[in-house]
C-alpha cells in the first residue's frame, strides 16, 4: 500500500555514512534483544548490513513467527512484509517500517473490492469449487479474503508444494495477485495454457467464463521489475557466453523462465549459485541489490545481471541507512515511529490464511 512518508530531519541525510554506522551499530547494541532487525535479499548494502536476519519472504514470515523475545520488529523490506510481520507476532511486539512509502505495486494491483467482485461471479457461475490462494506480495485485506474462504497465502518458495497438493486433490485455484507466478507453477504441474484462464480486473465484465471451469484462474497482477527481463536476453547471453547458466525468479514471465535453466526464490537463487563449481558463469533474472550482492560474494564465479539496465526495486530501496537511523533513534528514546498494524478482525481471517502456508511449508 502506498503511503506518504514524512520528511526525516535532515541531520540524518546531512549526516556522513559512518556516523550513521556507528549510531546504528551503538542503538543495536544498547537495544540488545528488546530489537530485531529482519531485512529482505533485495535490500541495499546500506541497511542489510545491519540485518539480524534476512531471507526471502517465507523465511522472513516464519522468523516473525518464530519470534517471540524482541519488543520491537524493524522490517527492513516492503509493506506487505510487515503487515504479514505484525499479524504472525503478539500484539505487544511492535513491528516498524523505516519507510512508509516503501509499498508493492504488485501487492496493490489486487485490491478487495474487486476480488469479491470475481469471486461472485466465480461462485455464481461455478458453485464453490475453487480455493482462493494469494502470494504474500498482497494486503491484509486480501489475505483475510482467502482465510475466510478456506484458501491460504504462498511465497514463491512454497507456491509449487502448495500448487501441488490443491491440483492432486483435484481443487481449482484463483491465484492472487501475480499472474507469472501463477502460470509458471500451474504450467510446471501439467496444466496447460487451455487449463487457465487470465481474469482482467479491470474490465472483468468482458472475461468470458467458459461452461466447464477452468483448473486455474489469474489475477493480472505483475511485478514491474521482473518483467523487464525478456527472452531475448536470455538468448544473447547465451551466444556471448557459452556454458552460462541462467536463472531467474518466477515472476518472469514464462517466456522468459521457459529459456532459463533454473527458477525460484531469492533464498533458491542464493543456495544455487554460492554452491555452484567456481569458474562458472551465471546470469541472473532478479532485483540488481541481490544480484551485486552475489558477484561480490562469490568472486571465484562470474555473475551478471539477466538485464544489463536496471533492475533495482525502487521500493525496497527507499529504506536508507538515514531511514533507519531514523527509526531505530526513535525507538532508543522509547518513541514508535513507522508503526505498522493490521486491524484484529483483519488479522484474525488472514491469519487462518497464512497458518495454512506455514503448516503446509514445514
Ligand atoms: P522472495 O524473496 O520470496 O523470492 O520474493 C521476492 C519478492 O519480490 C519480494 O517482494
Ligand atoms: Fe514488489 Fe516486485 Fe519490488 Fe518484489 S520486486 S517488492 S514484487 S515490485
Known amino acids: ?62 522468523l516473525a513467527a518464530q519470534e517471540k523475545e524482541a519488543e520491537y520488529i524493524v522490517f527492513c523490506g516492503v509493506h506487505f512484509m510487515g503487515e504479514t ?88 485455484i484463483l491465484f492472487l495477485p501475480d499472474e507469472h507466478l501463477g502460470r509458471n507453477t500451474g504450467l510446471q504441474w501439467g496444466l496447460r ?8 480486473r479491470e474490465n472483468s465484465d468482458e472475461v468470458e467464463l467458459p461452461k466447464e471451469a477452468p483448473q486455474l484462474i489469474l489475477w493480472d497482477g505483475y511485478c514491474p521489475v521482473h518483467l523487464r527481463f525478456k527472452p531475448e536476453q536470455v538468448d544473447e547471453v547465451r551466444k556471448k557466453y557459452p556454458g552460462i547458466k541462467v536463472i531467474v525468479h518466477p515472476e518472469c514471465s514464462h517466456d522468459v523462465v521457459a529459456k532459463a535453466d533454473l527458477s525460484g526464490s531469492t533464498d533458491f537463487i542464493i543456495r544455487q549459485v554460492s554452491e555452484a563449481r567456481a569458474g562458472s558463469i551465471w546470469a541472473i533474472g532478479t532485483e540488481l541489490n541481490l544480484v551485486q550482492r552475489l558477484a561480490q560474494q562469490n568472486p571465484d564465479k562470474r555473475i551478471i545481471s539477466l538485464n544489463e539496465g536496471s533492475c533495482l526495486c525502487t521500493m525496497m530501496g527507499r529504506i536508507s541507512q538515514p531511514h533507519l537511523l531514523w527509526a531505530l533513534d526513535n525507538l532508543n528514546q522509547g518513541k514508535v515511529v513507522n508503526q505498522i498494524t493490521v486491524d484484529e478482525k483483519i488479522t484474525a481471517d488472514a491469519i487462518k490464511a497464512l497458518d495454512r502456508m506455514l503448516e503446509l511449508s514445514k
Open 85 to 172: 510481520a505484525d499479524m504472525l507476532t503478539s500484539s505487544e511486539q511492535r513491528v516498524i517500517l523505516p519507510d512508509l512509502g516503501a509499498g508493492c505495486p504488485m501487492a496493490d494491483m489486487a485490491e478487495l473490492e474487486d476480488v469479491e467482485a470475481c469471486w461472485q461471479h466465480l461462485m455464481a457461475k461455478y458453485s464453490e469449487t475453487f480455493v482462493p490462494v494469494t502470494y504474500v506480495n498482497s494486503s491484509a485485506e486480501v489475505k483475510a479474503f482467502c482465510g475466510r474462504n478456506g484458501g491460504m497465502t504462498c511465497t514463491s518458495s512454497n507456491a509449487p508444494k502448495i500448487f501441488k497438493q490443491l491440483l492432486d486433490d483435484g481443487k481449482r
Open 193 to 200: 495454457d487451455q487449463d487457465i484462464l487470465l481474469w482482467n
Open 1 to 62: 500500500m502506498f503511503k506518504r512518508q514524512q520528511p526525516i530531519p535532515d541531520d540524518y541525510v546531512l549526516m556522513d555514512e559512518k556516523e550513521r554506522d556507528e549510531r546504528i551499530r551503538a542503538i543495536k547494541a544498547n537495544m540488545g534483544s528488546k530489537l530485531v532487525i529482519l531485512g529482505h535479499h533485495y535490500q541495499r548494502d546500506e541497511v542489510i548490513r545491519y540485518a539480524d536476519y534476512r531471507g526471502d519472504s517465507l523465511k522472513l514470515a516464519q
